[in-house]
């Protein structure tokens, strides 16, 4: 079960992510408890490996935005790297972070 002493151990700043939730703690952990479920981590994944960087970026930027709404740290700041390289087109390995980023999402799903 998600807790607040997860998150913050896990890197989020549950602080911020509760204040953006009005200090309501139950909505807080039952929207994080959402995120391994978002439908953008399999369209980012799908675009990247079809190489797809429209797709991809859309799909990244996303997720950008839930994760730092909900003060996800560690998994946004991974997600807002991939998002700017897929911004700009940048030609490199993308796998490295997007492997990053499943491997944060498998670790916030045993939370």
């Known amino acids: ?11 989020a700043d549950t602080k911020e992510g509760l204040g953006r939730c009005y200090g309501n703690e139950a909505l807080y952990l039952r929207l994080v408890g ?3 479920a978002e ?4 369209k980012l994944s799908q675009a990247l490996n079809a190489g797809d960087l429209d797709a991809a970026f859309e799909a990244a930027h996303a997720l950008k935005g839930v994760l730092g709404n909900l003060s996800l740290t560690p998994m946004y ?3 807002s790297e991939l998002t700017e390289l897929l911004r700009a087109r940048t030609e490199t390995d993308y ?7 499943t491997e944060q999402k498998a670790r916030l799903e045993t939370m």
Do not use: D, Q, R, Y
């Open 95 to 101: 796998m490295p972070l997007l492997n990053t980023l």
């Open 77 to 79: 700041e991974t997600c």
């Open 1 to 11: 079960m998600i807790t607040i002493e997860k998150l913050n151990e896990f890197g």
């Open 39 to 42: 439908a953008n981590f399999e």
């Open 34 to 36: 959402m995120i391994p």
